[in-house]
């Protein structure tokens, strides 16, 4: 699976954006799509993620509220809204997909076998 994430860039606290990943190269039946997040000096942390089957979610509690995962299986893309932008939500942000992923294993990064190159936001107070 190749990933291709977009639509980063600088927003004002409070504000909104929507990032998006568009999935080559395979079926993504089956799979489990996430969003991670890097800041500077940081580990990689788990945003949320979408089961393609389904379509069913889950969140990081950080975001939980604020933050909506999203598909268009037609158009092989997963979406991240992000509302009600906080300075902490500053990092570069990855999409990734997994073939393999149980509900105890979803917010781990080793869980995912593919990864797109990261779009950057920043929240600017």
């Known amino acids: 699976v190749q990933l291709q994430a977009s639509g980063g860039g600088l927003v004002p606290v409070e504000g909104s954006l929507r990032i998006s990943c568009v999935a080559s190269?395979?079926?993504?039946?089956?799979?489990?799509m996430g969003w991670f997040r890097q800041a500077p000096g940081k580990e990689r942390e788990f945003v949320a993620c979408?089961?393609?089957?389904?379509?069913?979610?889950f969140y990081a509690t950080s975001v939980k509220g604020r933050f909506t995962i999203s598909r268009d299986i037609a158009k092989s893309t997963v979406y991240l809204q992000m509302n009600s932008l906080k300075p902490e939500d500053t990092a570069v942000y990855y999409c990734?997909?997994?073939?393999?992923?149980?509900?105890?294993?979803?917010?781990?990064?080793?869980?995912?076998?593919?990864w797109g190159q990261g779009t950057q936001v920043t929240v600017s107070s």
């Open positions: 990734a997909a997994t073939s393999r992923a149980i509900s105890s294993t979803l917010g781990l990064s080793s869980t995912y076998d593919y």
């Open positions: 190269g395979r079926n993504l039946r089956n799979h489990v």
């Open positions: 979408l089961r393609w089957n389904g379509g069913s979610t």
